[in-house]
């Protein structure tokens, strides 16, 4: 597991809410010189505790006015038909998130769509049709309340 000490989380916190700050505000920020935050934020990068840098979209000023959220169920757990349907999951750039969970369902899946017509066609030309889906539910999103992916690191 990765040492990270304070200093390294303060970095961390700071590059969630602002992924393109100089080094030099970055250092500012958490208290450091610019060289040593420079050489922590290389290393958090090179460890993998940073994954990235991207840019937030505004979904519905980018077309995408519908989310949804499907539940899946499977017919069957053969390994071959779950192995296709994760990699039609995984090619649909409609679907933002997946996750294969434990219960009634086999999965839930995070959609965004321009429109209601773009998401039937979702669910009955790529969902419905796979071999592996026994049924779909689909609830659509009225407000989303909280929405982020940041990770809650700030440690003293």
Same mark, same amino acid.
């Given at each position: 597991? $990765?040492?990270?000490?304070?200093?390294d989380? %303060?970095?961390? &916190?700071? +590059?969630?809410?602002?992924?393109k700050?100089? #080094?030099?505000?970055?250092?500012? %920020?958490?208290g450091?010189?610019?060289?040593?935050?420079?050489?922590?934020?290389? @290393?958090?990068?090179?460890?993998?505790?940073?994954? =990235?840098y991207? &840019?937030?979209? #505004? @979904?519905? %000023?980018? =077309?995408? =006015? +519908? $989310?949804?959220l499907?539940?899946? $169920? +499977?017919? &069957?757990? @053969?390994?071959?038909?779950?192995?296709?349907?994760?990699?039609l999951?995984e090619?649909?750039? #409609?679907?933002?998130?997946?996750?294969?969970?434990?219960?009634?369902m086999d999965?839930?899946?995070?959609?965004?769509t321009?429109?209601?017509?773009?998401? $039937?066609?979702?669910? #009955?030309s790529?969902?419905?049709?796979?071999?592996?889906?026994?049924?779909? %539910?689909t609830?659509?999103?009225l407000?989303s309340?909280?929405?982020?992916?940041? +990770?809650?690191?700030?440690?003293?």
């Amino acid at each position: 597991m $990765t040492q990270v000490d304070r200093f390294d989380w %303060k970095i961390v &916190a700071e +590059l969630q809410k602002d992924g393109k700050l100089s #080094n030099y505000d970055l250092a500012e %920020k958490v208290g450091l010189s610019a060289s040593q935050c420079s050489r922590r934020r290389s @290393r958090l990068e090179a460890e993998g505790v940073i994954e =990235g840098y991207h &840019a937030r979209i #505004n @979904r519905e %000023k980018a =077309g995408f =006015g +519908l $989310t949804s959220l499907i539940a899946i $169920t +499977l017919a &069957a757990h @053969r390994e071959e038909p779950v192995r296709q349907f994760n990699e039609l999951l995984e090619r649909l750039p #409609n679907i933002l998130e997946v996750y294969q969970i434990t219960g009634d369902m086999d999965y839930y899946v995070k959609v965004i769509t321009p429109d209601l017509h773009a998401l $039937t066609d979702l669910i #009955n030309s790529e969902l419905m049709p796979h071999e592996a889906v026994q049924n779909v %539910k689909t609830a659509i999103v009225l407000k989303s309340l909280k929405e982020t992916r940041a +990770l809650p690191v700030q440690r003293n």
